[in-house]
């Protein structure tokens, strides 16, 4: 379950960064509440991770993919343009996910 948690976190994560830009400084009413919902349900299932997986892997797996999505989602929500650099950086944060998640002894607690 606390991957699980981890991942939800993400999404919302992703969700609330992504409809913050929509929220035009919080003058549009519904991006507005998205953001705040979005924080407060990333916030809580996070929390509910950290339970049992270490906070060093938990956050870095939690910002990592959260930074890979978001470029992901700038670039298919607002049309904000990649380069080849941007793809090879979210190639290498996902390796270090992997790695984390498969190798490292701490994230196993």
């Known amino acids: 379950m606390p991957w699980l948690y981890l991942s939800i976190a993400i999404v919302s994560e992703v ?3 992504s409809a913050l830009k929509a929220a035009n400084g919080f003058t549009c009413w519904a991006p507005s509440l998205l ?3 979005g924080y407060a349900s990333a916030l809580y299932f996070l929390s509910l991770a950290l339970r049992t997986i270490p906070l ?3 956050y ?3 910002s990592g993919v959260g930074v890979a999505l978001i470029i992901l989602a700038g ?3 607002y049309r904000q343009p990649l380069d080849v650099a941007s793809f090879i950086g979210i ?3 996902v ?3 992997i790695v ?3 190798y490292s002894k701490a994230a196993a607690h």
């Open 100 to 102: 984390l998640h498969i």
């Open 56 to 58: 060093g892997v938990a």
């Open 35 to 37: 953001v705040a919902v």
């Open 91 to 93: 190639a290498l944060i």
């Open 60 to 62: 870095a797996i939690w």
């Open 95 to 97: 390796s270090g996910v």
């Open 75 to 77: 670039w298919v929500l």
């Open 15 to 17: 969700v609330a960064t």
